[in-house]
């Protein structure tokens, strides 16, 4: 799914994409904790250095940056984990998302409740 999301960016399908900041640091703490391996392996800290490096330069390459986070991201997260009993990741997701335009790119059909937010799957894209 990430390939052919990719390659959507690359091919301008997808313009205007962004990162938001949060998804960057779960994915770090996903990869801590086991919960995605490398090479079948839990990341050592060197593996997470690499990843990220090489992750920033895949991100370059495809003309996509990371959204900032900021005060009123955190406090639209909180809100809408109040609001709609969202975790905290899919909350600060969500807010993310809802401050710059309202979309978010996600197979998980929490979002679909948040009024104000546009979910779109990656399956039915391209």
Known sequence: MATKLLLLAKGRGLVGVKIGSLALHEL???LKAGNI???ERRATLEDISKFFADLSRILSMY???VLPLTC???ARAAELRREYDLTFYDSHHAASAM???SKII???ERYDSVVGLRR???Y???
């Open 99 to 101: 401050l710059y335009d």
């Open 124 to 126: 039915s894209m391209g």
């Open 28 to 30: 770090e703490l996903n």
């Open 63 to 65: 003309n996509l940056s």
């Open 120 to 122: 779109l799957d990656p």
């Open 106 to 108: 996600s197979t998980d």
């Open 37 to 39: 391996l490398i090479e």
């Open 72 to 74: 009123e991201q955190i």
